[in-house]
């Protein structure tokens, strides 16, 4: 274990090699209009109304990835809001590297026939993470259909969340893992 000093300041000093000393952090909420199942099936979400994050800016808008400067532990979590009339299987998915490191199984639904018309689903992860290592999250919905009545992530402002963030001091006791 390292001396008190240096635990501390892990979070802080994370890499200044690169010149990006900081604790990172991306808060991002709300998704530009409402995002069909059939559309975005199995595809990280990019599309986000408003955007919160470290001076570095890590976030790439283009492709819905954050992108980590430096080793250390980081936890993210994301709630997404989404209407699933036919009752079809929903999953909410976060992932580094293209690979779950959580997944939800929300089979709920029916909409407003089942007196309900939204539902919601949250899941959270920690990680060992690396420099150039990325973050994303994903809707997993496999039964989405291209016609008739089909289930949607919400659209707005407010609704739909996703943050991440270093955890200060955290220690990866193998940085091969």
Known sequence: ??????????GYR????NGR?????????????HHYFSDWHNTDLRNWDNKLQSDHGAFDTSNGRYYC???????????????????????AMVLKNGVSIGTTNEHSGGGSSNGHGW?????????RVAEGDYITVRCFASSGS?????????????????????IAGAQRDDPQT
Not at 119 to 127: D, E, F, H, Y
Request: one cysteine or more; aromatic letters at 18%.
């Open 119 to 127: 539902n919601g689903a949250t899941i959270s992860g920690i990680c």
């Open 21 to 33: 000393e900081g604790l990172q952090y991306f808060d991002m909420r709300g998704v530009t209009g």
């Open 69 to 91: 400067y430096s080793e250390g532990v980081f936890f993210t979590t994301a709630t997404l809001m989404f209407t699933n009339p036919n009752t079809r299987d929903f999953h």
């Open 146 to 166: 291209t016609s008739g009545t089909r289930g949607y992530l919400y659209g707005g402002h407010d609704y739909n969340k996703w943050c991440g963030y270093y």
């Open 1 to 10: 274990m390292a001396d008190y000093k240096t635990w501390m300041l892990t």
């Open 14 to 17: 994370q890499n200044h090699t």
